[in-house]
């Protein structure tokens, strides 16, 4: 039997916020850069892989669209099947699809940052457009500077990683803790690794970008998404 969708995202929501550096005390070096420079489209899409020294994997296919997002998720846990679920914000309601018990969650899309959202923080934060390494190296400076925990960041080399040649950006703590990113020519993130003082470690590589994609309204329709869903509706509650 299918373990539940509910315990699944428990997992799942620990396991991300693992990788944003919280929820289990891993420290983060730095903060979300300024954003002064680089600016995402409306419309783009991605995927992503995330994996952790635990064994852990999540893949994630992303699409963002005016304002709307959606994030389809399978979660693979040694010790556990595999889950699968659709979190979808589409301008009004967020819902959270359960695929096994072809259930929808509705809530207010006001209610805060949306689970969908919550899973393409990285990818959106840490874009930074068409400028030069040591542009991004100074908005990551600044970002460190207002951190108590971050004692340094600089490059420490370049490296191709799936066809894209990017540089390698390394954020130190205090506490022993480094995250490393690979920011390509073109100021896409394509991978992040992170390890806290204990030397638990995650890491997440993205593919298949498209930025500026043509992406169907359909694609954030609860009712085209799952035809027939029974829908839990929590914005009555």
């Known amino acids: 039997m299918k373990k539940s969708f509910i315990s699944g995202l428990m ?11 919280c929820g289990n005390g891993a420290a983060e070096p730095t903060p979300t850069p ?42 693979t846990d040694p010790s556990e099947e595999t889950n699968l679920a659709i979190f979808i914000d589409d301008g009004e309601f967020q819902w959270i ?19 969908a959202d919550s899973y393409t923080w990285w990818f959106v934060e840490y874009y930074f457009g068409d400028v030069s390494e040591e542009t991004i190296l100074a908005e990551m400076e600044l970002a460190c500077d207002i951190d108590a925990l971050c004692s340094s960041v ?16 390394t954020s130190s703590a205090y506490d022993g803790a480094t995250i490393i990113y690979w920011i390509s020519n073109s100021g896409l993130l394509i991978k992040v690794e992170a390890t806290d003082a204990a030397g638990y470690s995650v890491a997440m590589e993205y593919t298949n970008i498209d930025l500026n994609s043509s992406i169907s309204d ?20």
């Open 11 to 21: 997992v799942a929501l620990i396991v991300v916020g693992t990788a944003m550096g």
């Open 34 to 75: 300024t954003k002064e420079i680089g600016e995402l489209p409306e419309t783009y899409q991605y995927s992503m892989e995330w994996s952790d020294s635990n064994e852990v994997s999540v893949s994630l296919d992303v699409w963002g669209k005016g304002g709307k997002s959606r994030v389809d998720m399978s979660m």
């Open 97 to 115: 699809y359960d695929q096994y018990e072809n259930i929808a969650t509705k809530y207010q899309s006001d209610a805060g940052m949306s689970l």
């Open 154 to 169: 600089a490059i420490t080399g370049h490296e191709s990683i799936g066809g894209q040649s990017c540089t390698k950006f």
């Open 218 to 237: 359909d694609k954030f329709d609860i009712d085209k998404v799952a035809p027939g869903v029974e829908i839990i509706d929590m914005t009555e509650a």
